[in-house]
Nanobody, 116 residues
Framework: QVQLVESGGGSVQAGESLNLSCVDS????????MAWYRQAPGKQRDLVAA???????IYDDYVKGRFILSRDKAKGTLTLQMNNLKPEDTAVYYC??????????WGQGTQVTVSS
């Protein structure tokens, strides 16, 4: 069964940090480029950061310099270190292959709430 499990979200104050983790429990995505996406209430799901097989990391301009994406293929994990969080970062965060579309399988996501 294809399964991506996200964790690490929570409620924090602006300026604090969170570390999100995504586990590819079945190893299904081991050959894919991977990414984190987020969806704020009433908005579409957008790319946050992606890591390609060539070692290139792509960041949304709004998170560049604050978020760090890393991957451990051996463990099947994708980690998003989020620093200096802002209220605008409040969203449900999902991991998936890159690129991913609405019709792809999505996990439950993990909620991040940042208060000012």
């Amino acid at each position: 069964q294809v399964q991506l499990v996200e964790s690490g979200g929570g409620s924090v104050q602006a300026g604090e940090s969170l570390n999100l983790s995504c586990v590819d429990s079945g190893g299904f995505y081991s050959g894919n480029d991977m990414a984190w996406y987020r969806q704020a209430p009433g908005k579409q799901r957008d790319l946050v950061a992606a890591l390609t097989s060539f070692g290139v990391t792509i960041y949304d301009d709004y998170v560049k310099g604050r978020f760090i994406l890393s991957r451990d293929k051996a463990k099947g994990t994708l980690t998003l270190q989020m620093n200096n969080l802002k209220p605008e970062d409040t969203a449900v965060y999902y991991c998936n292959k890159y690129p991913a579309f609405k019709y792809n399988d999505w996990g439950q996501g993990t909620q991040v709430t940042v208060s000012s």
